[in-house]
Nanobody, 123 residues
Framework: QVQLVESGGGLVQAGDSLRLSCAAS????????MGWFRQAPEKEREFVAA????????VYADSVKGRFTISRDNAKNTMYLQMNSLKPEDTAVYYC????????????????WGQGTQVTVSS
């Protein structure tokens, strides 16, 4: 089992930055690829970014490419999402997940999920 806890969400203005964290406990997080998804009100959960076990490989949704950066520190069992130039359309609950896949971009490929952290971007 892997337990995931997100933190770092909040209310910001358009153009601001936030850094989300996802702390893992239980089994060693470095055994899993990890990713971020988000879900806005009345919308389906969508992929944001993913990172390989060692951190050398990353992939991003087109909507966040160039603005968001995913990273991980396996010594701290923690993954991060640096979000810059935030837009109102980035408003959502952000979830982190852990996967036994290599660099998964779809939800069903994830084995574990956190409870989410709210990000609200005002215009």
């Amino acid at each position: 089992q892997v337990q995931l806890v997100e933190s770092g969400g909040g209310l910001v203005q358009a153009g601001d930055s936030l850094r989300l964290s996802c702390a893992a406990s239980g089994r060693t997080a470095s055994n899993y690829a990890m990713g971020w998804f988000r879900q806005a009100p009345e919308k389906e959960r969508e992929f944001v970014a993913a990172i390989t076990r060692g951190g050398s490989g990353t992939v991003y949704a087109d909507s966040v490419k160039g603005r968001f950066t995913i990273s991980r520190d396996n010594a701290k069992n923690t993954m991060y999402l640096q979000m810059n130039s935030l837009k109102p359309e980035d408003t959502a609950v952000y979830y982190c997940g852990a996967s036994s896949g290599r660099l998964p971009t779809t939800g069903p490929l994830y084995n574990y999920w956190g409870q989410g952290t709210q990000v609200t971007v005002s215009s």
